[in-house]
């Protein structure tokens, strides 16, 4: 697993081996917070097996999910890099397991492979392009814009139809847009109306071009 993970895909063996050495396994059911923005862990987190959201939430439990990650990717990079508190939280959606590295092992392991640095640097700098447009997103595009966009953004063609695998409910969209439940329900049903969409147990299918505006 650890050699599909981009920032050690250029170890050897041994190297995994090592890496793998100073890593710890644990295993999590659905719906658990591994992370809390404001912690001060250090680790870092790569997913082995299961998905976890990345989110914000406020006092009231208003959330705004940044994104989702599955088996090979990884989470809590920030931490290794310097002393500051979590800066989102991190919750699994499914029963799910991680290999967990400390920071003073991933030191380590940066001083004997300077190359794992350059491909954390590439990691996150995809990440703020990412971030990027979803501000930009939210600061020019009306909530139709928004919702049109996640909905294409999280669909994989299969069989000459684009498929949304996420059971995603109408609040997880809310999350995603920064808008209310009420609202995304409305443009749901008006696009599973117009036959642009259509719901195929609980998955989200769109059938043909989403329109322009709503």
Request: hydrophobic letters at 40%.
């Amino acid at each position: 697993m650890l050699a599909n993970v981009p920032i050690f895909s250029g170890l050897s063996d041994d190297e995994l081996a090592q890496v793998s050495k100073h890593a710890v396994t644990r295993a999590f059911p659905k719906q658990v917070i591994i992370i809390n923005e404001g912690d001060q862990t250090d680790s870092l987190y790569v997913i082995l097996k299961g998905k976890v959201k990345v989110f914000l939430s406020d006092e009231q439990g208003k959330e705004v999910v940044l994104n989702t990650q599955g088996p090979g990717e990884y989470f809590g990079e920030l931490a290794l890099l310097d002393d500051a508190e979590r800066s989102a939280s991190v919750m699994t959606l499914e029963p799910s397991s991680f290999m967990m590295i400390s920071k003073q092992s991933f030191q380590d392991l940066l001083a004997a492979h300077p190359s794992i640095a350059y491909s954390v640097i590439q990691g996150l700098t995809q990440r703020v392009r990412t971030l990027t447009d979803n501000v930009k997103s939210l600061a020019l595009m009306d909530v139709y814009g928004r919702v049109a966009k996640t909905l294409l953004n999280m669909a994989t063609t299969q069989d000459d139809r684009m498929v949304i695998e996420d059971k995603l409910t109408q609040q997880d969209i809310a999350n995603r847009v920064g808008a209310s439940r009420e609202m995304v329900s409305r443009i749901l049903k008006d696009l599973a109306i117009g036959g642009y969409i259509s719901f195929e147990k609980k998955h989200i299918v769109i059938n043909e071009q989403l329109p322009t505006r709503y």
